[in-house]
């Protein structure tokens, strides 16, 4: 209640950010980096900056997500095509952030994360990259960096992702450039002047929404056959009844049945007898 439709639509991306910031070891003042300004990467931001983050530096290519960071608060945001993110990270605080996220999973971003962060500090990795990344130990290990990976979210943070998103404690809207019914998906992909990156991210949503509905019609189709079979189970269970009746009706019996247990096992058993009349 109080959480409208569409910031409810936000709330898995943001528990996933919760997660990472609730399991990494930021603590209040203390400086954080983000490597990634998709919905995660900019969920992570906000709730850093909840949890004690005095200074929240981000990194992305995407000119559009960078002007969202800014817009939520970022002190600082980075281009890493256009400037060594690496160096900018650490000369801000001049030793390293205290924790890195890396909500990217690019192949350079992990190997970034690890050399941004001070010597002790953490690097929480939250993005599950598809390909080999880069990673050199000898840049880091003699830093005591610690790595920690993180994935999804608990069950129990959905309950306080929801209240943050009642609170206002964090914003949503600056996320959200378009809203769309579904029978404009496949026009809006046909769009030559989409973007290609977004482009790519619908055309995979739309690959999942097929196979959902696929999957919820023969759910459903699969429901009405267990349905129609069960009913068709209880006719054949009254009609049998019906006939037994009948031809203990013409035999002149009366059927009793009693149960009792029987043997070690304690388990019923049924007896059926048969009274004759006179």
Not at 150 to 160: D, G
Not at 197 to 213: F, N
Request: glycine share 8%; proline share 4%; hydrophobic share 45%.
């Amino acid at each position: 209640e109080g959480v409208s439709d569409l910031d409810a639509s936000l709330t898995e991306p943001l528990t996933v950010a919760l997660h990472a910031v609730r399991s990494s070891k930021l603590t209040l003042g203390g400086s954080v980096v983000v490597l990634g300004a998709g919905p995660i990467g900019l969920f992570a931001a906000q709730c850093a900056r909840r949890g004690g983050a005095t200074r929240v530096y981000v990194s992305e290519t995407n000119p559009a997500r960078r002007r969202v960071a800014e817009q939520l608060g970022a002190d600082r945001v980075f281009d890493p095509r256009q400037a060594d993110v690496v160096k900018e990270v650490v000369a801000r605080p001049g030793i390293g952030a205290d924790v890195a996220f890396d909500c990217a999973g690019a192949r350079p971003t992990l190997q970034q994360a690890l050399e941004m962060v001070r010597m002790g500090g953490q690097v929480v990795v939250v993005a599950l990259a598809w390909e080999p990344v880069d990673c050199l130990p000898v840049e880091w290990v003699g830093r005591e960096v610690e790595m920690k990976s993180c994935y999804a979210h608990l069950n129990s943070e959905w309950p306080i992702s929801m209240d943050l998103l009642v609170s206002g404690a964090v914003q949503t809207q600056p996320l959200i450039s378009k809203v769309i019914g579904l029978e404009q998906l496949d026009e809006l992909i046909a769009d030559s002047n989409l973007p290609a990156e977004e482009r790519a991210i619908l055309t995979r949503a739309r690959g999942v929404l097929s196979t959902r509905l696929r999957a919820a019609a023969a759910a459903e189709e699969l429901e009405v056959e267990l349905s129609a079979t069960k009913e068709g189970l209880e006719s054949l269970k009254q009609a049998s009844r019906e006939v037994a009746r009948k031809e203990s009706k013409e035999a002149g019996t009366v059927m009793t049945r009693s149960c009792s247990p029987r043997g070690a096992s304690g388990k019923w058993w049924f007896q059926v007898s048969r009274i004759w009349r006179r």
